[in-house]
């Protein structure tokens, strides 16, 4: 059964889509779209011999080879020009993600729609996005197996810069508490808006993990370590403010 977080990704696929799944490692997501009719052609992408041959294998097991190619490369250079509506990156840092589409921009002008999924530096994601004229459209997060996940879902709008200001003007929460652009681009501007249980307990979590190491540097006892520890609780302290 596919994962929790893989159909999350799944479920914004627009019907009838051509989509490239860049790290596409065993083709999990190509195949359960073509399976189920959602697409009408798929590139599976891997940097890496290994998942390349297992997402080969797993496409011919499933007889989808007539929908789903699967092609070995770096990012977005497996995707001929306008061959795909929809991009998918998943299971993989916000950084490599970012890097993955500014070095793949020119493979973009076919594309309508991005769908992200950062398993750390969901901020530098939202980053390249406000800054090549991307707009979030939606924003999930999920947990799965103790683990939490931000799908990121992006279109292109013919006012992409009004619209990001719109979406990361600094505004108040429900508490009050004003959340200022760096911390929407952290937090999400749509997630912190409409924030539900999961968020809660994300950041809660977020604020164990920071007490943890804040701990671990109470012993350090040097300047640095003193100054690190105050950054942190300043950082900790802002983190219980705005949930
Ligand atoms: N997308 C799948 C998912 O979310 O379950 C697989 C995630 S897996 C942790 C990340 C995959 O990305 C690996 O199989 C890795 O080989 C691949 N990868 C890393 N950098 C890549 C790049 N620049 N281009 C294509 N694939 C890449």
Same mark, same amino acid.
């Given at each position: 059964k596919l994962s929790k977080r893989l159909q999350t990704i799944a479920s914004f696929v627009p019907p009838g889509s051509a989509v490239a799944d860049?790290?596409s %490692?065993h083709a999990l997501l190509p195949v359960y779209l073509a399976e189920r009719g959602r697409v009408s052609f798929a590139v599976a ?10 997402a %080969?294998?797993q496409v011919?097991m499933a007889g989808l080879s007539n929908i789903v190619q *699967?092609?070995?490369?770096?990012? +977005?250079?497996? *995707?001929?020009?306008?061959?795909v509506d929809v991009?998918t990156?998943a ?10 589409? @500014?070095?793949? &921009? ?5 594309? #309508?729609k991005?769908i ?7 901020? &530098? *994601? ?18 799965? %197996?103790?683990? /939490?996940?931000?799908v ?9 810069? &009004?619209?990001?200001?719109? +979406? /990361? ?24 808006? #409409?924030? %539900?249980?999961?968020? /809660?307990? #994300? ?13 671990? +540097? ?11 520890? &105050?950054?942190?609780?300043?950082? #900790?302290?802002?983190? @219980?403010? *705005?949930?």
């Amino acid at each position: 059964k596919l994962s929790k977080r893989l159909q999350t990704i799944a479920s914004f696929v627009p019907p009838g889509s051509a989509v490239a799944d860049i790290g596409s %490692d065993h083709a999990l997501l190509p195949v359960y779209l073509a399976e189920r009719g959602r697409v009408s052609f798929a590139v599976a992408g891997e940097i890496n011999a290994g998942p390349f041959e297992a997402a %080969d294998k797993q496409v011919k097991m499933a007889g989808l080879s007539n929908i789903v190619q *699967v092609r070995l490369g770096d990012g +977005l250079a497996v *995707v001929k020009p306008d061959e795909v509506d929809v991009v998918t990156i998943a299971g993989m840092g916000g950084s490599l993600i970012a890097h993955i589409l @500014e070095e793949g &921009q020119q493979k973009l002008g076919s594309v #309508r729609k991005l769908i992200l999924q950062p398993n750390v530096g969901e901020d &530098q *994601v939202r980053l390249w996005l406000m800054a090549h004229g991307w707009v979030l459209e939606n924003e999930v997060l999920l947990e799965e %197996d103790g683990k /939490y996940y931000e799908v990121l879902c992006a279109v292109r709008s013919a006012n992409a810069d &009004q619209d990001n200001l719109d +979406l /990361y003007r600094p505004r108040p929460l429900d508490g009050g508490v004003i959340l200022e652009t760096p911390e929407l681009i952290r937090f999400g501007p749509i997630l912190s808006t #409409r924030p %539900d249980e999961s968020f /809660y307990d #994300r950041w809660s979590s977020e604020i164990e993990k920071l007490d943890k190491i804040m701990h671990g +540097l109470e012993n350090g006892g040097t300047e640095a370590a003193r100054k690190r520890w &105050q950054e942190m609780n300043d950082e #900790r302290n802002r983190i @219980e403010e *705005v949930i």
